[in-house]
């Protein structure tokens, strides 16, 4: 063979994670190799021209996640990354109300206030409670999970630092923790706030991405997940990525190119290389081989498991967990080329808002019959989305005067149920095509002159998400979010950091600790946990406040 | 203070078991305890009544599965109750009952079940991890305010002592522990089961009483309560108010005095600490402490909020307690006939929940106050096993919402009725015409008659977020209920409803501890 193909490390998947975990085994030292099957680097964080001049991102579409720990270390604004924050957002009813929200303050608290002058106060208790359950897991977030079997120094020293945070924050608080990250969205609000549409403008992050609904315990925990990131340290915020967020990726891919690593794209893994319960390589779907002795897959982890590793290599249990891990499609995206701004007949015009998000749900209940029909297996009657106009921040987005929009919605089932089947294959022309009017009825409760400023649409079913990213089920998270798979479950117990039962094969993608979203955690602590494991752990920076 | 002249060293609002359990308790340790109950008998949500002459019939509560053996021990209770075990029948639509009788699994045919293994192993995992929790349920929840101190290392023995056993467990079993404690019976019953009758028993299982569906998180920690004894269902003889009577009985003989048809108005208070009670009639009785069997809103009321701090009287107003749960007793006019099933079965815990998906789809049209197409129901026919030749049925009928959309009255009883025959009927359908009268409790009936918040079957939802430490409010999790002297005993406390007596005797224990009555 020739020695060209042969490498220190080989990374699987050029996602966000990915590329961030080859930053690490690179700058370490480690020639590392990326073999992506799109053409394209990104996986679900990428910018593409959807339309002649309209660049989008196809999948994740915002930005807050994304540590602030790792942008600074491998100097992305350097390569071309930068975040612009919000300044506002707003939510319809469907009685024609609105609510705005505010970066400011003091503008915030009298919008709330136009509304429901009773929620004012509670808005205050209720975002100081969120920001203490932020800042508490935080720390978390660049750690590794320990595993509470282990006798490890390591794992010991991880659950004593978890008990020590936990009893620093004092018993009340304890008490409310415990509350808070068990209970859901919809109590959790109910318990703050009297007006529907104030309730309702705050849930849809409980449910993003989740086959949970705002009344399932757990989702208080997915509000969290939302908001535990930060833009310019502003705890909470989200912004938007210019270029769209294939900046992000291209910031990284240009971080490992120039700390000397090798990206090759277009041809996909056909099935890791093992040898004696040893990891040695990969094979190419276009015949190509590559050999390391460390192989990282970005892939989540039943796609890495069950789809490029014969079953007999591996031990039944480990398969068993595998296949029961859930990874649940729940979301689809609609993308809009506008031919010129759509009207807001609700809205003041030049408001904040039009920089940031828009949704429209009425209620906590509208949001919970959305979750009814996705569990039957159809597409919300009523979707919730997510909306945004990109091109109001950043005009290079779209031709002159022309638009771009994205929007994120919920709920739409992977195994699309017709007349009674349930399969991926329903996902065709027809059925996205009234999944895509479902959308357009809902955008017209707050832009009625929507469907004519479409000049191009695009709608993404979670099936289109798995066949163009391969997220399993089109998954945004790379698994569910749910306690039975976070921390130390996850993605399976006794493999949450982030090694396989093959020797050298790792997972560095969002299935793993501490989960999904452009967040690149989960693929520095693999790299962090691969270059220990090789004795290189020193050359990893401490990127954790305190390290143990 | 209790003055000198005082009767009673502790007077007990309600005489429900629990409220009966605390007297017991606190009367074998030489206390003069007086229970008043508003209604005009003894067991509150356990009590029986005769749905014919001479036919004793469970008034709400019917079954005993989680009975705790050490307060069945310690109040020696054992000599006054005289139960039955039951197996339980999963009804099918195909008449293919399937019956589970503890280790036995099988169509009620006789034959095997294909899936039978598979569900012993979930059910009995879930049952060994809810022998792990048990003793947690007999103590007061851990104090988190206890800190690094003695005392506070003393109050994190018990969770250390479940850390321990936890792990002798081994690794394996441990990880599996971890991972399911809070996760939904639904995925854990259909990962490793075909959906049907078995799916649907634990499915069932893990819901009754809750304001939450199968998928729901949470929902495996539900069924591990509901294993916490064991499990074992039993009939009791004479209906559920001579279980009630058992627990009267042990506290009449540990010297308590139990006065019913007199409610609590307001718990009297000087200098911050609990001075007696004003009973409806306006009578005052001296008391050095106060013990209420109500719920955690009710009785901050009855101390009145005043008492509490701000942030408490937020987080008690805030307890869930969304009731979901009817009771249907029907007189039949002669004995049942269930296609498939022999008399012995039919004398078994019939369930109508065929699938878990059947489980879950009644929960999402109740969860909007809705009554759902097709209910779950837990039956029995007492009457099967006595022999005698008058027969009734006692259903306990889920996910029928307390909050009803349009209210309450005898129309929307009448159509619980009607639902709750059209669902048996399914499976027996001579049941139609062999109904000679119907005694409907809809939630707010059960709410009017026992005064349990919302008609719920734990007083307070019994979900991760209302539990132990947060049980039923953050930082009064402990009996103690904000002003010296004043304690809660009953359901909505830790470690929550059903028949066991954990919380009443765990209470009156704290009670006794704190100091309170020197
Ligand atoms: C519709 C949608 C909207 C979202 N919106 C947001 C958002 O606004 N903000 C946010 O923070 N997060 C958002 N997310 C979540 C976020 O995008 C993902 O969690 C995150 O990008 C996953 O990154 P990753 O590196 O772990 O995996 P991926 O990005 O999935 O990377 C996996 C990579 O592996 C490649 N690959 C797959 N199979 C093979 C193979 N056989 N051989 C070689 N390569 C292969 C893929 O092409 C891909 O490049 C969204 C996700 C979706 C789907
Ligand atoms: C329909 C239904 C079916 C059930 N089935 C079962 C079952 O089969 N098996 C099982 O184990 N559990 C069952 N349960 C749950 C179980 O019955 C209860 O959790 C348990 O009985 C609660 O006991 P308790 O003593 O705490 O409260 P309760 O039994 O509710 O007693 C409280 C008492 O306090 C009295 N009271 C309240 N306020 C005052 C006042 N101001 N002054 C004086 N007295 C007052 C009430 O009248 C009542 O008697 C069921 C519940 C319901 C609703």
Not at chain 1, 153 to 159: A, I, K
Not at chain 1, 181 to 194: A, K, N, P, Q
Not at chain 2, 329 to 350: F, H, T, V
Not at chain 2, 397 to 425: C, E, F, M, Q, S
């Amino acid at each position: 063979m020739d020695k060209q193909d042969s490498y220190d490390a080989i990374v699987v998947g050029a996602g966000h994670n990915g590329l961030t975990a080859a930053c690490y085994l690179a700058k370490a030292g480690l020639k590392t190799l990326i073999v992506e099957k799109n053409e394209q680097i990104g996986g679900a964080a990428v910018s593409t021209e959807m339309y002649k001049g309209w660049i989008y991102s196809n999948c994740s579409y915002v930005c807050s996640l994304l540590r602030q720990e790792i942008i600074r270390d491998l100097e992305l604004p350097k390569f071309g990354l930068q975040v612009v924050p919000y300044r506002g957002r707003v939510t319809f009813s469907d009685k024609g109300e609105y609510l705005a929200s505010y970066d400011d303050a003091h503008v915030k608290r009298r919008e709330v206030g136009r509304i429901s002058p009773i929620d004012v106060d509670a808005y205050d208790r209720y975002y100081q409670l969120v920001m203490r359950q932020c800042r508490f897991i935080r720390p978390f977030l660049l750690r590794r999970a320990p595993d509470p079997t282990s006798m490890k120094p390591r794992d010991v020293g991880e659950l004593m630092f978890l008990i020590k945070r936990i009893y620093d924050i004092g018993p009340r608080d304890v008490g409310e923790m415990i509350r808070f990250w068990t209970m859901s969205i919809g109590d959790f609000l109910d318990e703050h706030f009297e007006h529907e549409l104030v309730k309702a403008s705050m849930a849809g992050s409980g449910i993003i991405g989740t086959g949970l609904g705002v009344y399932s315990p757990g989702t208080a925990y997915v509000l969290l997940h939302h908001y535990m990131g930060d833009v310019d340290g502003s705890m909470g915020a989200w912004g938007f990525a210019r270029g769209a967020m294939g900046a992000v990726t291209k910031a990284l891919g240009a971080a490992f190119e120039s700390a000397g690593g090798v990206i090759k794209t277009g041809s996909g893994l056909s099935e890791f290389i093992i040898e004696n319960e040893k990891v040695r390589g990969v094979a190419l779907e276009n015949g190509d081989e590559y050999r390391a002795p460390i192989v990282a897959s970005n892939l989540d982890v039943k796609r890495t498991i069950l789809k490029h590793i014969g079953r007999e290599k591996l031990p039944p249990e480990y398969v068993r967990a595998v296949e029961r891990f859930k990874i649940r499609g729940s979301s689809g995206k609609l993308n809009l080329a506008l031919d010129k701004m759509p009207s807001f007949p609700l809205l003041p015009e030049n408001g904040d808002y039009f920089t940031g998000d828009f949704s429209c749900n009425t209620s906590l209940e509208t949001l919970e019959r959305a979750y009814d029909d996705w569990k039957e297996g159809r597409w919300s009657a009523k979707p919730y989305f997510d909306m945004l106009i990109p091109s109001k921040i950043d005009p290079t987005l779209a031709p002159p005067g022309s638009h771009m929009m994205s929007l994120f919605i919920q709920y739409a089932p992977y195994d699309l149920n017709v007349n009674g089947v349930r399969s991926a294959d329903n996902w065709n022309d027809e059925t996205r095509k009234a999944f895509a009017d479902a959308v357009f009825d809902r955008i017209e409760v707050c832009c009625p002159d929507i469907r004519q400023r479409v000049l191009h649409a695009e709608v993404r079913s979670p099936a289109d998400i798995e066949r163009e990213v391969g997220l399993t089920e089109g998954n945004i998270f790379q698994g569910e979010l749910t306690f039975d798979q976070l921390l130390f479950n996850r993605p399976i117990p006794g493999y949450a950091q982030y090694s396989t039962p093959i020797d050298g094969l790792y997972i560095v993608g969002s299935s793993t600790h501490p989960g999904g979203g452009v967040m690149a955690a989960p693929g520095a602590n693999a790299a962090r946990e691969i270059l220990r494991r090789n004795g290189k752990g020193d050359l990893m920076p401490a990127l954790a406040e305190e390290e143990i | 203070m209790a003055g000198e002249g005082s009767k009673f060293d502790v007077v007990i609002i309600g005489a429900g078991h629990n409220g009966l359990a605390a007297a017991a308790t606190l009367g074998k340790k030489g206390k003069r305890v007086l229970v008043l109950e508003r209604s005009g008998a003894i067991g509150g949500l356990a009590t029986s009544y005769e749905i014919s002459d001479g036919l004793p019939i469970s008034r709400h509560a019917h079954l005993a599965y989680n009975l705790n053996p050490t307060v069945i021990a310690e109040l020696g209770l054992s000599g006054k109750l005289s139960m039955r075990p039951l197996a339980t029948i999963m009804l099918s639509d195909d008449a293919r009952h399937v019956e589970i009788d503890g280790e036995t699994i099988r169509f009620a045919d006789g034959s095997a079940h294909p899936d039978g293994e598979a569900y012993k192993e979930i059910r009995n995992r879930i049952k060994k991890f809810a022998g792990l929790l048990a003793p947690l349920a007999l103590r007061s929840p851990p104090d988190p305010g206890g800190g690094l101190s003695l005392a506070g290392a003393g109050e994190a023995m018990p969770l250390a002592a479940l850390a321990l056993k936890l792990r002798l467990m081994g690794k394996k079993d441990m990880r599996d522990f971890l991972r399911i404690v809070l996760s939904n019976i639904y995925d854990l019953a259909l990962d490793d089961l075909p959906d049907g009758p078995l799916a649907g028993n634990l499915a069932a299982d893990a819901v009754w009483g809750a304001w939450a569906g199968p998928r729901s998180p949470g929902t495996v920690f539900s069924l591990m309560y509901r294993y916490g004894c064991g499990g074992a269902p039993l009939l009791p003889q004479g209906g559920m108010g001579a279980v009630a009577g058992a627990f009267a009985a042990a506290a009449r003989q540990a010297g308590a005095e139990i006065r019913t048809g007199v409610s609590a108005r307001r718990v009297l208070i000087a200098n911050d600490a609990v001075t007696g009670i004003e009973t409806d009639k306006g009578e005052k009785i001296s008391a050095g402490a106060v013990m209420s069997s109500a719920g955690a809103v009710q009785s901050m009321m009855l101390a009145g909020a005043e008492h509490f701090d701000v942030e408490a009287v937020r987080r008690i107003r805030n307890v869930r307690s969304k009731g979901m749960t009817a009771k249907v007793n029907i007189l039949l006019k002669r004995a049942p006939d269930i296609p498939g099933l022999s008399k012995e079965q039919m004398a078994g815990r019939l369930i109508a929940a065929p699938t878990a998906i059947y489980v879950e789809r009644a929960f999402t049209q109740a969860k909007y106050g809705e009554m759902p197409a097709a209910p779950i129901i837990e039956a029995v026919i007492p009457t099967l096993a006595d022999g005698g030749d008058r027969h009734a049925v006692s259903a306990i009928v889920h996910y029928i919402p307390r909050n009803l959309k349009g209210g309450w009255d005898d129309a929307a009883r009448a159509r619980l009725t009607g639902l709750t025959i059209d669902t048996l009927a399914r499976y027996w359908p001579d049941l139609r015409d062999n109904v000679e009268r119907v005694d409907a409790f809809s939630p707010a009936d059960i709410e009017n008659e026992t005064a349990a918040p919302g008609g719920h079957w734990h007083h307070a939802e019994l979900s991760i977020d209302q539990l132990l430490t947060v049980r039923p409010v953050n930082q009064l999790s402990r009996y103690a209920f904000a002003v010296r002297g004043f304690y809660l005993c009953g359901a909505s406390a830790h470690p929550g409803g059903d028949v066991s007596g954990a919380a009443g005797r765990n209470s009156a224990l704290q009670l006794l501890n704190d100091g309170v009555l020197a």
